[in-house]
């Protein structure tokens, strides 16, 4: 049996949503691919995009360089922005 304190009256002019449970994310990495996007929207392929230098195995190259301090400043920052946007519990790969 569940006992609530309070009612919260929305008026018809709000909602009251759950928040996002993210049970499978990978927020712990270094380096920026976004001109990959770029790269996909003209029609490369995985592979185009791996012979030129990008892909996951330019991901892993930035974390290999970056330190433990780098790498938690980057993870706490994508902690917060994800708590603003409604993630309430995440499970983090590596």
Request: hydrophobic fraction near 35%; charged fraction near 20%.
């Amino acid at each position: 049996n569940y006992t609530f304190n309070s009612i919260y009256d929305c008026n018809y002019r709000e909602s009251i949503i759950p928040g996002l449970v993210d049970c499978h994310t990978h927020p712990v990495w270094s380096g920026d691919r976004c001109n990959e996007w770029d790269m996909k929207l003209r029609g490369a392929t995985y592979m185009d995009i791996h012979k030129a230098g990008g892909g996951i195995g330019y991901t892993v190259k930035c974390v290999r360089k970056s330190s433990f301090d780098q790498l938690l400043k980057l993870f706490l920052a994508r902690l917060h922005f994800m708590s603003l946007n409604g993630t309430t519990l995440l499970e983090t790969k590596s």
